[in-house]
């Protein structure tokens, strides 16, 4: 598939055919994706692929749970329907820090610009959300579908802990990977005047 064309036809799909998708073309689209960029080349992810259909349904009744407990309400479809996946990536972040980040955290001067270096930039997490979107892509392009998905965080420290990740690695999205079920249309994307300002 071209690359414009993948990026123009990718959806996020979230109805999943029942088979089973072969490891090697998961570990295809990860080894791909790892060539995404990250600042300092830090290439601070790491995956875990979940195939075990006892801990997807442990981790969705994790989440319908929390969600219950936090609105007093059913979780919706959205939050949970990642276990009717064959395949869901669990992305961590690793911890970065840069050499800037050094300076910042030891300078009293300048508490607020390493708030905003850590905690509004962060360069880490955007380092792992390009390798994200990576995955997204070369997984359309091998004729799989899938989901960028954060709604299921809410019970981001019960999944960490069923998945035995431990500080300072974090937890930051589920990918549910599988054959899709399309989607009959792609949502709309706003015009490229509207989200553009010139500066020459």
Not at 19 to 35: A, G, M, Q, R
Not at 48 to 64: A, F, P, S, T
Request: proline share 6%; glycine share 8%.
């Amino acid at each position: 598939m071209e690359l414009t064309e993948a990026i123009k036809t990718r959806k996020s799909i979230r109805k999943f055919e029942p088979e089973d998708i072969d490891l090697n073309l998961i570990k295809k689209i990860i080894e791909i994706s790892i060539n995404s960029p990250s600042g300092g080349n830090a290439q601070n992810w790491f995956v875990y692929i979940i195939k075990n259909k006892d801990v997807l349904n442990k981790i969705r009744g994790e989440v319908e749970t929390v969600y219950k407990n936090v609105t007093g309400k059913d979780a919706p479809g959205v939050y949970v329907f990642f276990n009717e996946a064959p395949v869901v990536l669990a992305i961590v972040e690793k911890p970065y820090v840069g050499s800037i980040d050094k300076i910042l955290e030891n300078d009293d001067k300048n508490k607020d610009r390493n708030f905003d270096r850590k905690f509004i930039v962060n360069p880490g997490l955007q380092g792992v959300s390009s390798f994200i979107a990576h995955i997204l892509l070369v997984a359309h392009n091998e004729g799989l579908g899938a989901c960028w998905m954060t709604g299921p965080l809410i019970a981001k420290p019960e999944i960490e802990n069923m998945l035995g990740i431990k500080s300072p690695d974090n937890l930051v999205a589920l990918i549910p990977v599988g054959k899709p079920v399309e989607r009959q249309s792609k949502s709309s994307r706003t015009g490229v005047e509207e989200v553009i300002k010139i500066i020459d």
